[in-house]
């Protein structure tokens, strides 16, 4: 083999191992940058956004839904005259004409650049009309409400996120976003020798899952009777504000929450993010005389008193620590029985059965009832106030406790407890959605959950029949639905400012459920300062009345006793 031989062969080895090398560069070490830089050449890459699930009521009635928008872009190179198309297009886009030539001018050599996120289908078919070259749409979906602000502050709203995607906030939109918005895709969309998307070259690399639908347990007759009564009755009692939320004691189904003020998802920018927030899940507030048939409920679970047992302190004032304990009209009845102090919501009597049931006893059926812990509402925002340690405190603090002064709770914390009351001795946790609907079809149901049994069944009829007391021999007696058996319990807190009680600022309340013997609805009715009056019985009680004939009427109940019967 000749000198020149092997050079040859080596010279071509060279060559071989260069071109083997370069091969290797760009197909192994730059191949991800030259497939971008490709599909740059000939197209774009675009997220394939998915259709965000609807929300329906129990009634499968969407009350939120989906309409059709459309994104409108412009190609930039295709762009001759730049003032004719600022012209033509600011009166329908509602854009300033610079501001669309400058958009036009600073991206000139793009191929692609987004004019306006969102106009409808008639602004749409107008910009077509035009005929304007490089002018195009792309299709996008917006939150559509039908029944307008009903449950806004259960429902919550769509927004942005800080990449500019759409994202739910504040309620379910909040809670349930990631089911609700599915996943998105991705695709690219090819381009021509000008530069204009050629639409039936698309090529799908990831493909999109849309969002799932919501079934909830609101009914939508219940939820807007209750929006209107509700609103009525803070006009009528001159309040700052009020809420309420109706249950399905059996299930913990939510069948109505309302609360005002309130505010518009379809606008709600416009809005004080203030009122983003649904009170029933978020503030706090003192139950007043609502706590009391939990605490008795306690002391009787425990055998410490039954119904008939006397008060031995009712006489008048009592004093502790100090601090004298009086009743909230000032009347005493001496020996009144535990079922005489349920009804007259007399605060000495409470005092009584919490020196019989001691600090660590109270705070533990506290915590059986849920009292100081969240409920596990689906809904976005919920908050439960901590209870003081137990260190914390004091003989006057326990008695005060007892009749629901100096202890906060949320109104969702107050209703889920007296589930266990309505049903059996069954705490159920409380749920707004009862199904879920997948893009494929299928039905996800979501059983009743119990949560625990703080009492037993009988303490829980015990109760049960107190509260029926309360209501038929009460303050409120005048308002409740003749011939109906309704357990229920007034409340008036007064609001605690600068360290001391307002006696002229109170929260008024009721809670109750009906009928007593089979309860099909557990409420709520909490009103902010009304000013006619600051007492629960005349203006919480009648409200709740007069929703609850709403209800039983709704449900086809008959009363089961007559009118002549109900004067006995």
Known sequence: MTWRYRFALGLFFLLFFFVVCRLFYWQVVRAQELVSLGKAQYGKEVSLTTERGEIKTADDFSIVANKLAYLVYVNPRLVKERDTYAERLSPLLEIEEATISAVLSENKEKYWVALKQTVDNKTKERIANLNLPGVGFEEKRL??????????KLLGFVGKDDYGEDKGYFGLEGYYDK????????????????GQPILAKMNESVHKIDGRNLVLHIDRTLQYMLDRELKKGIETYGAVGGMAAIMNPKTGGILAMSSFPSYDPRSYHEYSDKLYRNPFITDTYEPGSTLKPLVMGSAINLDLLTPDTQCDICAGPVSVSGYEVKTWNDKYTANSTMTEVIQHSDNTGMVF????????RLLGYFNKFGIGEMTGIDLQGEIAPDLRPRDD?????????????????????????????????????????????????????????????????QTARIITEMMVNAVDKGESKWAKPKGYRIAGKTGTAQIPVAGHYDPNKTITSFVGFGPADDP?????????????????????????????????????????KSESEEEE
């Open 353 to 360: 059965v919490g020196r019989l049931l001691g600090l660590d």
């Open 393 to 457: 405190w004091y003989a006057i603090d326990l008695a005060t406790a007892t009749f629901g002064q100096g202890i906060t709770v949320t109104p969702i914390e107050l209703l889920t407890a007296f589930s266990a009351i309505a049903n059996g001795g069954n705490r159920m946790e409380p749920h707004v959605v009862a199904s879920v609907e997948t893009s494929e079809g299928d039905i996800i149901n979501i059983p009743p959950k119990v949560l625990n049994k703080p009492v037993s069944a």
């Open 520 to 560: 099909q609805f557990l409420m709520l009715v909490v009103i902010d300062r009304p000013s006619s009056s600051i007492y629960g019985s005349e203006t919480a009680a009648p409200l709740f009345f007069n929703v609850a004939k709403h209800v039983l009427a709704y449900y086809g109940i008959p009363p089961t």
């Open 143 to 152: 939150r559509f409400y039908p029944e307008g602000s009903l449950s806004a």
């Open 179 to 194: 089911q609700l918005r599915g996943k998105a895709g991705t695709a690219t969309i090819i381009h021509d020798a000008s």
